[in-house]
Nanobody, 119 residues
Framework: QVQLVESGGGLVQAGGSLRLSCAGSGRTLSSYTMGWFRQAPEKEREFVAAIGWGTTYYADSVKGRFTISRDNEKNMAYLQMNSLKPEDTAVYYC??????????????WGQGTQVTVSS
């Protein structure tokens, strides 16, 4: 079983930056694809970014502003978010799946961390 715990959320002004972290435990995650998703109030959860099997993926809405990375030795994944916009406000979730990225098929999820961007 894989456990994921997010951290690093908070309140930031538009144009600012935040770095989210995801700590994994229970399994070595080096062979897993790690993803970030978000859910804004009254909206469906949406894909943000993923990294795995030598490839990174980004939603169009965050390309050029967000960067996903991982440290397999530490069993960690990160999401560096720059040039934040109010529309980035959401609960951000870390997720993991066995094998390559498949947008709507992640097996493990964290509890989420709130990101609020003020205008």
């Amino acid at each position: 079983q894989v456990q994921l715990v997010e951290s690093g959320g908070g309140l930031v002004q538009a144009g600012g930056s935040l770095r989210l972290s995801c700590a994994g435990s229970g399994r070595t995650l080096s062979s897993y694809t790690m993803g970030w998703f978000r859910q804004a109030p009254e909206k469906e959860r949406e894909f943000v970014a993923a990294i795995g099997w030598g490839t990174t993926y980004y939603a169009d809405s965050v390309k050029g502003r967000f960067t996903i990375s991982r440290d397999n030795e530490k069993n960690m994944a990160y999401l560096q978010m720059n040039s934040l916009k109010p529309e980035d406000t959401a609960v951000y979730y870390c997720a993991a799946r066995v094998g390559p990225h498949v947008r709507n098929n992640y097996h493990y999820w964290g509890q989420g961390t709130q990101v609020t961007v003020s205008s």
